[in-house]
């Protein structure tokens, strides 16, 4: 008898869209062919530079190996954060789960199956960072076969433990969560409470790990040969037995380190399923259900519920509304925005030698010459935020099938598309501006470069949001039966993804390169992005309009 967990889970994937390319025309492809062909291999690139770079120095010092387990761990902690939301999309917000749940399968099959197929969307991302750091370090060291094995068989494994952690803590948390009345809200605070209690965890584990005397420091320094990779503290424990596996991979240390990732890995899966048996059904019964209020309404009531107002101020407040109320879109578009500054604050928050840096840190932003630096830093993460949370490349495939309503509402297309520009606008723009007043708190930029920063924060924002927006245009995810895949199997997130962090490291690295001023730095970015704001909203006024009137819904 076939596997039922991987059955099942093929299905699933086959029911996606995969890549996004199923539906769109030639045109598409080939554009989404190009795009891929020239972003992935850049960033992928650059990593690998910025790899070798790190490495020199820590070469002369004999503890190169560090930058596989810093790269491994960046990589583990990544999965985890983002793979919490994929997580509470699948396991619970997913409308298959109700045709599920009566088939002839245990509990541990469906939440196998769900853990694979977020696992493969996963990879994706996690080869995107591991794969130039370890292909750089092998060539850079002359490693043999068997380093490129491990490394091979370590990327296969690498998102299983951070997902499987994700997984473990959604799943208790929505065992509790699980109120019929009030659903949605219910649905939002449980994802909330688990998405924080993962990274409380992660950040309370790392501050009781061993922290180093100077005196231990100062001995493991002077013994070379890699011998800080054990000492760095992780949540992820795999984290540094893979580094130590690849860094010795032609010895038996390497190997035992090898078969003890291998090992833990697979008996955190079994712990997972063997949860999952316990309490996934007792979470996810009832969620399709939902409750409701009996309440009258009269004329007067209804009338003084009717405001009348500006077309585009309502639907600006409609789409902001749909943003919030509704679970999946909240927790992947919406919260991503605030919880930037909280991955800046938590790490100097925990631990007391960090403290130290960000002194540091705040002596070096607050030298005469740095205002050029914190410009194009906050413009490169503005752009990385507003490309990042989905809202403007996910706001045509939101309508699903239903976008045919959109037709016959007496709104122009025009005010349409304006106001689902204007809430992916305002959204972002809300994480710049608390990302600012981390930075006056926490980093002590002066207040008149924070001032600046949201007087022209606005610019590199509304440029991702056109840009995502007109990618989503033409090419629209409409066929979708539940919201999760309109944002989280959305290519056009990825499209938007990989245009910020382009124009992220465009707009840090002529300023880092020729030590540009603020009084340079200033009109260059400012006036460049301007232009880009003003040609992309002609496009999406005239070209745009007419795409919208023309796509099927």
Not at 280 to 290: A, C, I, P, R
Not at 459 to 482: A, E, H, Q, R, T
């Amino acid at each position: 008898m076939k596997n039922k967990t991987l059955n099942l889970a093929m299905i699933l994937l086959k029911n996606g869209s995969g890549l996004g390319f199923k539906g769109s025309s030639t045109a598409t492809k080939v554009m989404m062919i190009v795009l891929f062909a020239i972003a992935i291999p850049s960033m992928m690139g650059g990593v690998g530079a910025f790899t070798m770079f790190l490495m020199e120095p820590l070469m002369v010092i004999g503890q190169q190996g560090l930058v596989l387990t810093w790269g491994i761990g960046i990589t583990s902690a990544a999965v985890f954060v983002f793979g919490i939301f994929y997580i509470i999309s699948t396991f619970y917000f997913s409308s298959d789960v109700e045709y599920l749940l009566p088939l002839p399968l245990k509990p541990r099959q469906i939440v196998g199956a769900k853990f694979l197929v977020v696992t493969v969307f996963e990879y994706i991302f996690a080869a995107m960072i591991f794969i130039p750091i370890w292909i750089t370090y092998g060539i850079r060291i002359s490693m043999g076969p068997l380093y490129y094995l491990y490394g091979l068989v370590l990327l296969i494994l690498m998102p299983i433990v951070p997902l499987a952690l994700a997984s473990l803590l959604s799943m208790i948390i929505m065992r509790f969560t699980n109120l019929n009345r009030y659903k949605d809200a219910f649905k939002i605070i449980g994802g909330l409470f688990a998405m924080f209690l993962g990274l409380g965890i992660n950040m309370m584990m790392q501050s009781m790990s061993m922290n180093l005397s100077p005196e231990k420091l100062s001995e493991l320094l002077q013994q070379g040969q890699n011998s800080l990779i054990g000492a760095l503290p992780s949540i992820f424990p795999t984290a540094g037995w893979a580094g130590q596996a690849l860094v010795h991979s032609g010895s038996l240390k390497g190997l035992m380190y090898f078969a003890v990732c291998i090992g833990f890995s697979a008996a955190v899966f079994a712990g997972l399923l063997a949860l999952g048996q316990l309490i996934y059904l007792k979470g996810v019964v009832g969620l399709s259900e939902t409750g409701s209020r009996r309440r009258g309404h009269g004329l007067e009531e209804i009338d003084k519920g009717v405001e009348k107002g500006s077309v585009i101020t309502t639907y600006t407040l409609v789409e902001l509304k749909l943003l919030f109320r509704t679970p999946i879109y909240f927790l992947n578009c919406v919260i991503i925005n605030f919880l930037w500054p909280v991955f800046l604050l938590f790490p100097f928050l925990v631990r007391n030698e960090e403290v130290d840096m960000l002194a540091e840190i705040s002596k070096a932003i607050n030298q005469s010459d740095a205002g050029g630096i914190i410009l194009a830093v906050f413009f490169a993460l503005a752009l990385f935020v507003s490309g990042s949370n989905g809202i403007a490349a996910s706001a045509i495939s939101r309508e699903g099938q239903e976008l045919y309503v959109k037709k016959y509402l007496p709104v122009s297309y025009k005010d349409q598309l304006i106001a689902k520009l204007l809430s992916a606008l305002t959204l972002s723009y809300v994480a710049i501006v608390t990302m600012v007043i981390v930075g006056i708190v926490l980093f002590k930029i002066p207040v008149t470069t924070g001032v600046l920063v949201l007087l022209t924060g606005w610019l590199p924002v509304l440029f991702m949001c056109l840009s995502g927006l007109l990618i989503d245009l033409y090419n629209p995810k409409l066929d979708w039966d539940n919201e999760q895949k309109a944002v989280k199997q959305n290519i056009n997130v990825l499209y938007s993804i990989i245009i910020g962090m382009g124009l992220a490291a465009a707009s840090i690295i002529p300023v880092v390169a020729f030590k540009w001023s603020i009084t340079v730095t200033l009109p260059i970015l400012c006036g460049a992005f301007l232009a880009l704001d003003l040609m992309l909203y002609n496009v999406l006024k005239t070209v745009g309009v007419r795409r919208f009137g023309n796509i099927d819904g």
